[in-house]
């Protein structure tokens, strides 16, 4: 084998191994893991309001599950319901507590929430995270089930 093939299959072989470490690893972290469960509920925040599906689905993991019983597939449906109403929700979220142990955390979120324009309603929606593939994804959340009521 040549000099040229041998540096080709060096390249092909580094290229492979970073493909496969992202696909199944994820991006390397960045910033602490308290900074990156607030980026994940501020994507969640832009996501809502943006009424983008895929955006908010793709920080829910897939065992979520809560006490009221829903699981992933039955939150992925609410949100849908909701991004097709062409009201707008507009969302101010404060996050005074996140606490990290190890592959999992909860945290705590003060919610205003208004469906266009109208009157603010507060909530407080707590919940368990978990990380998988080196991404912070919602395994349970609670509080947040009441404001479906703005869409039915």
């Not at 080709?8 to 900074?35: H, K, L, N, T």
């Not at 205003?112 to 009157?119: F, H, I, K, L, M």
């Amino acid at each position: 084998m040549g000099r040229r093939a041998v540096i080709a299959a060096v390249v092909i072989a580094i290229i492979g191994g970073a493909v496969y470490y992202f696909a199944f690893y994820g991006p390397p972290r960045q910033g602490s893991d308290r900074e990156q469960i607030l980026r994940m509920i501020v994507d969640v925040e832009r996501a809502v309001e943006q009424s983008r599906v895929s955006g908010v689905m793709e920080h829910i993991s897939q065992d979520y599950n809560d006490s009221h019983g829903l699981t992933r597939l039955m939150v992925q449906r609410l949100v849908t319901a909701g991004a097709r109403d062409r009201r707008g929700v507009n969302l101010s979220v404060q996050v005074p507590d996140v606490e990290v142990t190890g592959d999992e955390a909860t945290f705590a979120a003060e919610v205003d929430y208004s469906v266009s324009g109208g009157e603010m309603i507060h909530m407080t929606v707590t919940g368990r995270l978990a990380r998988e593939k080196g991404r912070w994804k919602v395994i349970s959340a609670e509080g947040w089930q009441g404001a479906e009521a703005a869409y039915y």
